[in-house]
């Protein structure tokens, strides 16, 4: 993302004149528009809609700090087994830190369907990114984990790999850990084991040190990225995330 000065600038003044009044929920369209609120970037990314049919609007309810609310609603056909887009807030500083030097990471996050179509193929997910260098953009070469938490997986689907443990305990609740490779960088993701969890309250540390002291990720990785969103397959459905907030400290 480059926002250059000029534009930006345009932007600013524009909004002076324009719009006065109380700002209204702002809905991207574009297949890769993004919106700065509050200490996020909410992004539609549809970097898989290629894949099959369909559209997918995102809109920012509010935000204020790290308190966001936003939705989503996307309609997308064909190749059932590809992702279409991960619709996603990332936060704009949470990140940067070793994993050792990690006191906690809280959590809460607050989602339901307002509408979904029959037999929905898609996730409600974390996407954490983690690398040697201490900044790096999610799904490049500065990349070794993408630490995913599935907080939902309707359809049968599954992620990247295969499953090599289940039951495991952590934040209160009960994972399946599916683990493989894509690209340069390990995927580890951990599906809930008991359906869909609609609020989340969870400390993320217990599941980076999970991960440091059982799966051999090095305590040295840096925190490059905090993601969340729905990753679609098929279907139809309006997502509405209540309210989601993380930090880091
Ligand atoms: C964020 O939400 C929490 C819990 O609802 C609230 O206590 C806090 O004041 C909010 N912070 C901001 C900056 O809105
Ligand atoms: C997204 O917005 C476009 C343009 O307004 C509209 O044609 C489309 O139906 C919307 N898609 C969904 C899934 O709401
Ligand atoms: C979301 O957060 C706001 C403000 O912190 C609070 O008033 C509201 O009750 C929360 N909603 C849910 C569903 O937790």
Not at 29 to 58: E, I, K, P, R
Not at 91 to 106: C, D, E, F, M, W
Not at 113 to 142: H, L, M
Request: hydrophobic share 40%; proline share 4%; aromatic share 12%.
């Amino acid at each position: 993302m480059h926002l250059g000065y000029i534009p930006f600038a345009l932007a600013v003044f524009s909004a002076v004149w324009a719009a006065p009044a109380a700002p209204a929920a702002q809905t991207l369209t574009g297949a890769f528009d993004c919106l700065t609120a509050g200490a996020y970037t909410l992004c539609q990314n549809q970097w898989g809609a290629s894949a099959g049919v369909g559209s997918q609007n995102s809109t920012l309810i509010s935000a204020s700090g790290n308190n966001i609310s936003w939705s989503t609603a996307w309609t997308w056909a064909n190749g059932p087994n590809n992702v279409k887009s991960y619709a996603n807030v990332i936060h704009n500083t949470a990140k940067g830190v070793q994993l050792k030097n990690i006191k906690s990471a809280p959590t809460n996050w607050v989602w339901k369907y307002n509408s979904e179509s029959q037999g929905i193929r898609a996730d409600v997910s974390f996407d954490i990114w983690t690398g040697v260098p201490q900044s790096g953009n999610p799904a490049t070469s500065a990349s070794s984990y993408e630490i995913m938490i599935w907080l939902s997986g309707l359809g049968g689907i599954q992620p990247v790999g295969s499953q090599i443990l289940s039951n495991v305990q952590i934040a209160g609740h009960s994972w399946n850990l599916w683990k493989g490779p894509n690209a340069n960088w390990q995927v580890l993701s951990f599906v809930s084991a008991s359906g869909d969890i609609t609020n989340f309250n969870a400390d993320l540390n217990a599941f980076f040190q999970y991960l440091v002291q059982n799966q051999g990720v090095s305590s040295s990785q840096y925190l490059q990225a905090i993601q969340t969103g729905t990753e679609p397959f098929v279907g139809s459905a309006s997502l509405d995330i209540e309210n989601f907030s993380v930090s880091v400290s």
